[in-house]
T-cell receptor, first 113, second 112 residues
Framework: NAGVTQTPKFQVLKTGQSMTLQCAQD?????MYWYRQDPGMGLRLIYY???????DKGEVPNGYNVSRLNKREFSLRLESAAPSQTSVYFC????????????FGPGTRLTVL | QKEVEQNSGPLSVPEGAIASLNCTYS??????FFWYRQYSGKSPELIMF????GDKEDGRFTAQLNKASQYVSLLIRDSQPSDSATYLC????????????FGGGTRVLVKP
């Protein structure tokens, strides 16, 4: 099992460009999440999908859109990138339950110039 | 007040000593508590979770939960240089729809 995979690993964009970050999990988890992590700050939730076919906003959704393509895949789109979106992006997944442990992908390091 | 607070550190610990990390949370209705370890440039990985008051031990790690005082702590016994990392506390905040909320993390440095 690969767990949670993310592509790309690194990306540099110019202000105003768009891109999609891809995430896939092979653990048959119901829930998937997108976080961003900035220096000195914890992980902040951008969007999540509790189950296939549903998506909801997290703490910092502005400037992002998501698509839960199927149970395995959850993508994050930046329509018009801004320097404030320079960050490390992590995708995570979890099986709904008491512990609801989240498993993280390796991350995408995004720089917006 | 942040929902989940941690001292950012760095917490400097001699090799072989006990590292003690603390985390406080604001929502008294929170149910589940997690500790993640994150090495520099890597993704968070789960160390352990706890949801009942008291202690939970897993190898050299012990999580302690006190819901009345709204804190959760992590003890690392016999600290090793390989324990040098940032430790993230995460809480399922009931008021936030049971979504996981992370603290800012405590950086731990274990010195040989």
């Amino acid at each position: 099992n690969a767990g949670v995979t993310q592509t790309p690993k690194f990306q540099v964009l110019k202000t105003g460009q768009s891109m999609t970050l891809q995430c896939a999990q092979d653990m048959n988890h119901n829930s998937m999440y997108w976080y961003r992590q900035d220096p000195g700050m914890g992980l902040r939730l951008i969007y999540y999908s509790a189950s296939e076919g549903t998506t909801d906003k997290g703490e910092v959704p502005n400037g992002y859109n998501v698509s839960r393509l199927n149970k395995r895949e959850f993508s994050l789109r930046l329509e018009s990138a801004a320097p404030s979106q320079t960050s490390v992006y992590f995708c995570a997944s979890s099986e709904k339950g008491v512990s609801d442990t989240q498993y993280f992908g390796p991350g995408t390091r995004l720089t917006v110039l | 007040q942040k929902e989940v607070e941690q001292n950012s550190g760095p917490l400097s610990v001699p090799e072989g000593a006990i590292a003690s990390l603390n985390c406080t949370y604001s929502d008294r209705g929170s149910q589940s508590f997690f500790w993640y370890r994150q090495y520099s440039g890597k993704s968070p990985e789960l160390i352990m979770f706890i949801y009942s008051n008291g202690d939970k031990e897993d190898g050299r790690f012990t999580a302690q939960l006190n819901k009345a005082s709204q804190y959760v702590s992590l003890l690392i016994r016999d600290s090793q240089p390989s324990d040098s990392a940032t430790y993230l506390c995460a809480v399922k905040i009931k008021a936030a729809g049971n979504k996981l909320t992370f603290g800012g993390g405590t950086r731990v440095l274990v010195k040989p």
